[in-house]
């Protein structure tokens, strides 16, 4: 079965910071791996997805299937970057497995 | 455009009654999924529907739950006897086709509450 965990509920950095959000993954198959984003009272929305190998808000992440892992990194934090982070997975069915989430703050 | 919608976006009911959860998605967007966000867990999946067929309906926790899909565009989620333990935000997405490079697109949620 595919299980996406992330062992942080909550991370607090400082503004300018580093951040790296933790994120590792059991699947058997060829992962499709995804970071959401939840900012305070707007609804969940994609940030990036690793096949798109991109940049997003300055967030990068890289799939490392060898620890199974997909850690999303910033170099240096910004207050606006508060918010519950999903890491997900997807399967050839369509269904997206979360991990529980970490909340990150960015203290000023 | 209009995003996901979903109604109504708090429902509070006693245990024992049925509820019906909306979700109108994004016009044009031929599937649609259910996940449900419990305090203290992840989100968890539970119903895809492409069209109006249901390929995938393994996350359903129980015969009380049941959902269907209509003219390809709007769907409900129905709970029957509902459970204290059922109170969560229910999560409504939608994409363009049932492909895995297509972006899911969430509605604000339903939050339930069970008392």
């Known amino acids: 079965a595919q299980r996406v965990t992330q062992p942080e509920k909550l991370l607090s950095v400082f503004k300018g910071a580093p951040v790296e959000l933790k994120c590792n993954y059991s699947?058997?198959?060829?992962?499709?791996l995804f970071w959401y984003v939840q900012y305070s009272r707007q609804r969940l929305q994609l940030l990036l997805r690793?096949?798109s190998r991109e940049s997003i808000k300055g967030f990068t992440a890289d799939l490392n299937k060898g620890e199974t892992s997909f850690h999303l990194k910033k170099p240096f934090a910004q207050e606006e970057d508060s918010a519950m982070y999903y890491c997900a997975l997807i399967n050839g069915n369509e269904k997206l497995t979360f991990g529980t989430g970490t909340r990150l703050t960015i203290i000023p | 455009g209009a995003g996901v919608s979903q109604s109504p976006s708090n429902k509070v009911t006693e245990k024992g009654k049925d509820v019906e959860l909306r979700c109108d998605p994004i016009?044009?967007?031929?599937?649609l999924y259910w996940y449900r966000q419990s305090l203290g867990q992840g989100l968890e999946f539970l119903i895809y529907?492409?069209?109006?067929?249901?390929?995938?309906k393994s996350g359903l926790p129980s015969d009380r739950f049941s959902a269907e899909r209509t003219g390809g565009s709007v769907s409900t989620l129905t709970i029957q006897r509902t459970q204290q333990e059922d109170s969560a935000v229910y999560l409504c997405?939608?994409?363009?086709?049932?492909?895995?490079?297509?972006?899911?697109?969430f509605g604000p949620g339903t939050r339930l509450t069970v008392t």
């Open positions: 016009s044009g967007h031929t599937a």
């Open positions: 997405a939608s994409s363009l086709a049932g492909l895995t490079f297509y972006e899911q697109y």
């Open positions: 690793h096949i």
């Open positions: 699947y058997s198959g060829s992962p499709e």
């Open positions: 529907f492409q069209g109006n067929s249901a390929p995938d």
